[in-house]
């Protein structure tokens, strides 16, 4: 099913996430980005409109199954939009993680997820298998004494990991999940999600082929006829011919990937920090000239943003 082209609900001035999203408004997928950016937070006027979060993302089935993409620093507002930024803490949550890597803009809003606080919030976090161990392990050994004063195992929820290999497939809840390796440094999952008779693909870092060089087929797959596509756009042309193998993809080629997968709505994530809102507005205008004859609809991810799939 096509895609809507617009995002349906925006940030209209005031911060998005003190509104509540009310499940299942559209009987449909809902896609809200809380985090846009990649690499690197930032802040300032000049990222006003795109923000200066890095990754993460709300995915709201029908059902109101609550699936977080990433956990970067956007996640602190996305734990105030599903519970409550109240310093005594908001109502507890069961919630979904799908961690794409373990890279710092993908995993640092882990310890500020308000729900974690609360002993009766419930938190599954699916991510990549580690050569140096459990999952659970690896990031204990990032939230703690000295990095975070609370080790993570201390925090009051129930907090359950899984390590995911190469091509496993899984449910959460009525949602069927699908993970594949895609080229970036370090182990990297993307991910496909179907829903609600409505499919999303999730590949926020993914280093693009070089000249010559063969395509990824695992991405290809997992990107295969989605409605939706959230992929990495971090680098211009220019950009990339100095950063080839810094684990990125340019607009031209999340274009390309989008037209060869038969993707009907692309969206251009993992913003790069040194992109300010004006040149993220002629980034996206480029990406829809290109997408148009293939009659795909390009946005550019911005927090606040809803998207229906
Ligand atoms: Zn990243
Ligand atoms: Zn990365």
Same mark, same amino acid.
Request: aromatic fraction near 8%; hydrophobic fraction near 40%; proline fraction near 7%.
């Given at each position: 099913?096509?895609? /809507?082209?617009?995002?349906?609900? /925006? &940030?209209?001035?005031?911060?998005?996430?003190?509104?509540?999203?009310?499940?299942?408004? =559209?009987?449909?997928?809902?896609?809200?980005?809380?985090?846009?950016?990649? @690499?690197?937070?930032?802040?300032?006027?000049?990222?006003?409109?795109?923000?200066?979060?890095?990754? @993460?993302?709300? #995915?709201?089935?029908? @059902?109101?199954? !609550?699936?977080? !993409?990433?956990?970067?620093?956007?996640?602190?507002?996305?734990?105030?939009?599903?519970?409550?930024?109240?310093?005594?803490?908001?109502?507890?949550?069961?919630?979904?993680?799908?961690?794409? $890597?373990?890279?710092?803009?993908?995993?640092?809003? =882990?310890?500020?997820?308000?729900?974690?606080?609360?002993?009766?919030?419930?938190?599954?976090?699916?991510?990549?298998?580690?050569?140096?161990?459990?999952?659970?392990?690896?990031?204990?050994?990032?939230?703690?004494?000295?990095?975070?004063?609370?080790?993570?195992?201390?925090?009051?929820?129930?907090?359950?990991?899984?390590?995911?290999?190469?091509?496993?497939?899984? /449910?959460?809840?009525?949602?069927?999940?699908?993970?594949?390796?895609?080229?970036?440094?370090?182990?990297?999952?993307?991910?496909?999600?179907? &829903?609600?008779?409505?499919?999303?693909?999730?590949?926020?870092?993914?280093?693009?082929?070089?000249?010559?060089?063969?395509?990824? $087929?695992?991405?290809?797959?997992?990107?295969?006829?989605?409605?939706? !596509?959230?992929?990495? &756009?971090?680098?211009?042309?220019?950009?990339?011919?100095?950063?080839?193998?810094?684990?990125?993809?340019?607009?031209?080629?999340?274009?390309?990937?989008?037209?060869?997968?038969? #993707?009907?709505?692309?969206?251009?994530?993992?913003?790069?920090? @040194?992109?300010?809102?004006?040149?993220?507005?002629?980034?996206?205008?480029?990406?829809?000239?290109?997408? /148009?004859?293939?009659?795909?609809?390009?946005?550019?991810?911005?927090?606040?943003?809803?998207?229906?799939?």
């Amino acid at each position: 099913m096509p895609a /809507a082209n617009v995002p349906v609900r /925006a &940030a209209d001035g005031a911060p998005p996430w003190i509104r509540e999203v009310a499940p299942g408004t =559209l009987g449909r997928v809902e896609l809200t980005f809380y985090g846009a950016r990649g @690499s690197c937070p930032c802040a300032g006027v000049r990222y006003q409109r795109y923000g200066g979060n890095t990754a @993460s993302v709300l #995915v709201r089935t029908s @059902s109101d199954e !609550l699936i977080v !993409l990433d956990l970067g620093t956007g996640l602190r507002a996305l734990g105030a939009a599903v519970s409550s930024d109240h310093p005594s803490g908001g109502r507890p949550v069961q919630a979904t993680a799908l961690l794409t $890597h373990l890279h710092f803009d993908h995993i640092l809003g =882990l310890p500020f997820f308000g729900p974690l606080r609360h002993e009766d919030s419930v938190f599954e976090v699916y991510g990549p298998r580690q050569p140096e161990g459990e999952l659970s392990g690896v990031l204990g050994d990032v939230v703690r004494p000295p990095f975070f004063p609370v080790p993570l195992q201390h925090l009051l929820s129930e907090l359950r990991f899984h390590d995911v290999g190469d091509g496993e497939v899984f /449910a959460i809840g009525d949602a069927k999940v699908r993970a594949r390796v895609v080229r970036h440094p370090g182990v990297t999952l993307g991910y496909r999600i179907e &829903a609600d008779g409505q499919s999303l693909a999730y590949l926020p870092d993914h280093q693009q082929p070089a000249p010559g060089e063969a395509w990824d $087929h695992r991405a290809l797959e997992l990107c295969e006829g989605v409605d939706v !596509l959230v992929h990495d &756009a971090q680098y211009t042309q220019f950009e990339l011919e100095h950063k080839k193998d810094w684990g990125h993809s340019t607009v031209e080629f999340a274009v390309e990937l989008a037209r060869r997968a038969r #993707v009907h709505h692309l969206v251009l994530f993992h913003h790069d920090p @040194s992109h300010d809102d004006e040149m993220l507005d002629d980034m996206l205008e480029q990406a829809a000239k290109l997408a /148009a004859p293939d009659r795909i609809t390009v946005s550019s991810a911005r927090e606040g943003a809803t998207f229906s799939i």
